[in-house]
C-alpha cells in the first residue's frame, strides 16, 4: 500500500463521466479517491450512495470525490441505477473502470500476480481493494484507510478528517482524539512557546509541557 506523504500516482481511465487523467481532473482540489472490489455487492452499494448524499459536504471543502470498481464502465451505469433506487442519492460523481486491474495495482491494493483483468475475479478475490486515499492538492497522499467487506466505511469520519487536515495545513496545529470543528486543537510540537505567543496571542492551556491546547479562530 502507498503510504502517507508519496505523490498519488497519476493516471488515465475510463469513468461514468468521460476518460480522464488523474491528476488534470484534481486539479487544485483535495480529492477522495475510494475503492470497491466489484460492482452490485452489498456494502459498496450502500457506500456509494452515502457518498453521493454528502455532496454537498465535499464540495465546500473544496473536494472531488472519484470511485474506482474493477469492473468495466457499462456495469458501473447498471450499478448506479441500484444505487440510486436502494440509497435514494444517485452517483454524482465519476466511477473509473479497472477492467485490466492496473490502477488496484499501481495503488498496491491488488499484487502484481492478480493478473490482468477483472473477468472471473469474485469480489473475495479483490477483497483487499476497499481502500480510502484522501490527496492533497501538492497531489500527496494524506491518508490511507483499508476497511474489510463486511464493514461499511463512515464517510462522516472521513469528513472529520479532511477538516483536520484542511486546518493543520493552513496553521502550525495538530488536533486531538476525537477533534471536531470548533474544538481546541494543539500547537504543533515543532513550534516553540516564544514563536507559539506570536502565532496564538490568546494563549493556551498546558495540562503537560508538551500538551499546548489552543482555541481555533
Not at 139 to 148: F, N, S, W
Not at 158 to 183: C, F, H, M, Y
Amino acid at each position: 500500500m502507498l503510504p502517507i506523504g508519496t505523490v498519488a500516482p497519476d493516471f488515465e481511465a475510463d469513468t461514468t463521466e468521460g476518460r480522464i487523467r488523474f491528476h488534470e481532473w484534481l486539479g487544485n482540489s483535495w480529492g477522495v479517491l475510494f475503492s470497491h472490489p466489484k460492482d452490485y455487492t452489498p456494502v459498496c452499494t450502500t457506500e456509494l450512495g452515502a457518498m453521493a448524499g454528502l455532496a454537498s459536504e465535499f464540495a465546500k471543502r473544496n473536494v472531488k470525490v472519484l470511485a474506482i470498481s474493477v469492473d468495466p464502465v457499462d456495469s458501473h451505469h447498471g450499478w448506479s441505477k441500484d444505487i440510486a433506487e436502494v440509497t435514494g442519492h444517485a452517483v454524482n460523481y465519476p466511477m473509473i473502470a479497472d477492467p485490466e486491474l492496473k490502477i488496484s495495482k499501481l495503488y498496491g491494493m491488488l499484487p502484481a500476480s492478480a493478473g490482468d483483468t477483472s473477468q472471473g475475479r469474485t469480489a473475495a478475490d479483490n477483497a483487499t481493494v476497499r481502500t480510502v486515499f484522501v490527496i492533497g492538492p501538492d497531489k500527496q497522499i494524506k491518508l490511507v484507510l483499508a476497511y474489510p467487506m463486511t464493514t461499511g466505511r463512515n464517510f462522516d469520519e472521513i469528513l472529520r478528517v479532511i477538516d483536520s487536515l484542511q486546518l493543520t495545513a493552513q496553521k502550525k496545529l495538530a488536533t486531538p482524539a476525537n477533534w471536531k470543528p470548533g474544538e481546541k486543537a494543539i500547537i504543533a510540537g515543532s513550534v516553540t512557546n516564544d514563536a507559539a505567543k506570536e502565532l496564538f496571542p490568546q494563549g493556551w492551556d498546558s495540562p503537560k509541557p508538551y500538551i499546548r491546547y489552543v482555541e481555533v479562530k
